[in-house]
């Protein structure tokens, strides 16, 4: 549970890269993992500061996930020194690791404009507390769960031991 509560730079962070991506119907960034696994944020991120690095509709139209996070990362290299510190195939899954994303959006926050309106930190505030109520629903979803299969395991195994006879 502890690391579920997100600090107030990544608050900050996350309402900055929100704000960057609003014009990108494609892309809505609400956390620091599965929102980055399609590559779209990456480049939107840098396209919204510097659309004239490429073309945003080929990147987000054409490309694999795979490719698109490519894409991105040699562009901020290329472009804005920002050396490749993710693989793309190690982003481009269900679940990428968040210290790494938030490490790698870190880089670019400090090497792009930054301004952040108090309307895109109020706008994170308020995901935060949705997704506090559906971490809390999924919780309790999953104990429910866990004690059904416990209970049925529990059935199972005393039905199997009572029909094992002792010689």
């Known amino acids: 549970m502890a690391g579920l509560q997100q ?3 990544e608050k ?3 309402s900055w890269v929100r704000q960057s991506t609003r014009n990108y119907p494609q892309v809505n960034v609400i956390n620091f993992t599965s929102s980055w696994s399609d590559g779209l944020a ?3 991120l840098l396209h919204s500061h ?3 690095l490429f073309d945003w509709n080929t990147v987000a139209s054409q490309q694999s996930p795979v490719q698109r996070l490519d894409h991105a990362f040699n562009i901020a290299r290329q472009h804005l020194g920002i050396e490749k510190l993710l693989d793309p195939e190690d982003v481009a899954t269900a679940c990428p690791d968040k210290k790494s994303i ?3 959006v870190t880089s670019l926050f400090q090497v792009l404009p930054q301004q ?4 895109a930190i109020r706008e994170v505030e308020m995901l935060a507390r949705h997704s506090r109520i559906t971490r809390e629903e999924h919780i309790q979803m999953h104990h429910q769960q866990h004690f ?3 209970s049925c395991f529990t059935f199972l195994l ?3 031991c009572s029909k094992v006879v002792v010689s």
């Open 158 to 160: 005393s039905s199997c």
């Open 42 to 44: 990456f480049n939107a």
């Open 116 to 119: 952040v309106t108090m309307e």
């Open 50 to 52: 510097r659309p004239d």
């Open 148 to 150: 059904s299969q416990v």
């Open 102 to 104: 938030l490490m790698y």
């Open 12 to 14: 900050i962070l996350l």
């Open 7 to 9: 600090t107030n730079g």
